[in-house]
């Protein structure tokens, strides 16, 4: 954002951001009802507590506001849609000559998974959403660290079989209700400007768990949880399905091209612009992920490489590799497999040439170690309130 205002494009944003504060630059030339973190920018220092991992209070309300309705986030995001159809009405009476870039962040699915009526019944009947979620309670054995992480986001614990398909049918109505929102700003587009020369990019952070192997949410590296949807359409895009792995990464140098700016130097695919990759998808590449937030003793990193998915624990954890295209739900652990010996350690050295595990361990412990101190150490940040979704800001 930083580069492409001080290149001279306008840079807006709509709705939530998650930075600290509206007054730090975040890189953008106005910023419309953002969201920021909670506290004045402190956001949730919970997660910054490890050894031993505090117990998360809030984990009951993921299952006790699932159901059919309206939420402030549903509200929030209908207010992100029509300031992003005022936004491009305006747009387009403006001159066209300089590029601009409409960052539009809506919360939706996000929880509590409560879905405006009109939306939860186009799922009211279909009991059977997905595949079936297996957990620890049917023989499926977890890892060490995802054990501790599942006993921290211990959503699961306050659902019922039943509760857990109405958990899925709100989920299902609020993407469709997001899709809704979305439909609205495109028709802005295609009615205030012009839908062919944009480039239009539709992505999310995270993805969802939705209950699988006994997780809800993100925090964890398999597919549920990192794999997101990506869509690009204008700009110079073809109709096609890519299957190179990308991340949210590739975004930065795919908005400077499309708005003619040069792009930052890169050491690796992870830099690539969408449009090279979608004109060059047979090109080898790799994905990588890191988590070193709350609710787990130590950070991860997964890198995704062809079919196979390793999972870096640190401090010395055993691994995880996956078989992506024969295992798709993850469940058959290949690190200790002796005929997968040379994948487990082409996926080793891959991500030793990106970064050092064991620094990136020192340096991020060192850092929240001190914001913990910052904040009044473990009893400080225990005394600070509790929350399962981020409060929305005042109007």
């Known amino acids: 954002m930083h580069l492409a205002r001080d290149h001279g494009c306008t840079v ?46 809030s984990a009951h309300e993921l299952a006790e506001l699932t159901g059919c309705g309206e939420s402030e986030y549903t509200e929030y995001d209908r207010r992100i849609t029509e300031a992003a159809c005022d936004w491009l009405r305006k747009k387009s009476n403006q001159s066209r000559q300089k590029p601009w870039i409409l960052f539009v962040s809506f919360v939706s699915p996000h929880y509590p998974l409560t879905a405006p009526e009109p939306f939860y019944r186009l799922y009211e009947h279909s009991d059977q959403l997905g595949r079936p979620m297996l957990g620890p309670a049917n023989g499926y054995a977890q890892h060490p660290v995802l054990k501790e992480v599942r006993g921290f986001w211990n959503y699961d614990d306050f659902f019922t079989d039943e509760l857990r398909i109405e958990a899925r049918k709100n989920y299902f109505g609020l993407i469709s209700f997001l899709d809704d929102n979305i439909r609205q700003v495109l028709n802005a587009l295609e009615a205030h400007n012009s839908s062919r020369d944009t480039l239009i990019l539709y992505t999310s952070d995270h993805g969802e768990m939705l209950g699988h192997l006994g997780f809800w949410a993100k925090s964890v590296m398999y597919e549920d949880s990192v794999g997101v949807p990506l869509i690009a359409t204008g700009g110079g895009f073809k109709q096609q399905r890519c299957d190179a792995p990308v991340s949210l990464t590739n975004i930065n140098n795919t908005v400077l091209e499309a708005i003619g700016f040069e792009r930052t ?30 609710g787990t003793p130590v950070g991860y990193f997964m890198i995704r490489e062809d079919d196979f998915k390793l999972v870096h624990y640190a401090g010395g954890h055993s691994p995880q590799l996956f078989n992506v295209k024969e295992d798709p739900w993850e469940i058959n652990d290949l690190a200790h497999n002796p005929a997968y010996t040379q994948q487990l350690n082409q996926l080793q050295k891959r991500l030793c040439t990106l970064l050092d595990p064991n620094a990136v361990m020192e340096d991020y412990t060192r850092d929240q170690m001190a914001l913990i101190e910052q904040l009044g150490g473990r009893e400080g940040i225990l005394a600070l309130s509790e ?5 929305l800001p005042n109007p």
């Open 12 to 57: 807006v944003s709509i709705g939530k951001l998650h930075f600290r504060s509206s007054l730090d630059d975040n890189g953008f030339s106005e910023e419309i009802l953002p969201m920021h973190l909670a506290f004045d920018g402190v956001g949730w220092p919970t997660g910054l507590l490890r050894d031993p991992l505090p117990v998360f209070q």
């Open 265 to 294: 130097a890169g050491k690796s695919c992870l830099d690539e612009p969408l449009q090279s990759v979608a004109s060059s998808p047979e090109v080898p590449r790799f994905t990588f992920s890191e988590y070193h937030d709350g």
């Open 387 to 391: 929350f399962n979704h981020s409060p």
